[in-house]
């Protein structure tokens, strides 16, 4: 979309008024267009969806996803209020949306994180808003039907992470593919797709979640091992002293058990240690490679770990921490 197009649309649907009048793209991530609008003293965002991804593969989503961020943020409004944006306005047919603009003491968690700064609570407060939200869409039939969004998911996560990894990494096609397949078929509360820290914004007491566009209603284990596959890789990413970002893996999986209540004797940990040996492998050889990491040997330390793992997965997040401690200690220098 270009400026003025955008521009125009704004003004067609009163959102902006007069020559007082700025944008300006902001850094995201690989799948939309982030504007900033100011607009006098006021400020807001606009997102749009690409068609193209912006990696080095080819990467093509269906720009519908849009419309389905849209819906999750109004379904999470009502669960977690005050940890989502307030849509400005929203229209599904428009490929794009309005929303709040966030400043003032909201941090990135992934900017924090790889500053090096550990902090528990965060870990607490991100795995708890999760929990809330799993729990309160679990067997839902209302998101059971607005969320049957299983293509743009396998679009956006199982192919291009599971399957993509399946197909670089012949030795573990077996257990990726299976792995899909499972995922794929279970359907059991509202999935964010990609609740990592670089789409939580942060600050002491309080947590938003940003960027929903791969929500689907199936297996509440990913968003749980998508968080905590980013955490053991910041403590891979600060390897010389890593047990502040360990410990996140710990507080932040506790805190997510604790909100799901009786719903976390589900099997759920198993299928989160699983999960997240998949993902691991998924960001060295997936189609969205971590790029903080790399170094050629951190990269063959993850895939070599999810060799050793994966046929026979820990059953426990803690077993699976300390198998990951454990291979840290013998990591030579970076």
Known sequence: MQADDLIAELRVKGLVAGDDLRLTVLAG?????????????????????????????EWFADVARNRVEQEWIGYAAHVVPGAVPRLLYADGSRGWFAMEFFGGDLRNWKTELLAGRAEPATARLAGATLGRLHTASWDDPVAR?????LKNFTDLRIAPYLRKAAERVPALRGPLEQEA???????LALVHGDYSPKNLLVAPGRLVVLDAETAWFGDPAFDAAFLLTHLY???????????PFLALVGEAWGAYVGAL??????????????????????RVHGKS??????????????????????????????????AWREGLAHLPPA
Do not use: W
């Open 181 to 187: 397949a499972r995922l794929a078929a279970t359907a």
């Open 261 to 282: 209540r009786h719903r976390a004797e589900t099997g759920i940990e198993g299928r989160t240690t699983r999960l997240t040996l998949c993902l691991l492998l998924a």
């Open 289 to 322: 490679p971590v790029e903080y990491l790399p170094e050629p040997e951190r990269r063959q330390f993850i895939t070599d770990f999810v060799h050793r793992h994966l046929p026979r997965p820990p059953a426990t997040i803690s077993a699976l921490s300390a």
């Open 233 to 243: 890789l910041k403590a891979l990413r600060h390897a010389a002293a890593p047990e």
């Open 29 to 57: 991530g690989v799948s939309s267009e982030i504007f900033l609008v100011e607009n006098g003293a006021r400020r807001f965002v606009v997102k749009r969806a690409l068609a193209r991804l912006r990696v080095k593969d």
């Open 145 to 149: 039907e607005r969320f049957a969004t």
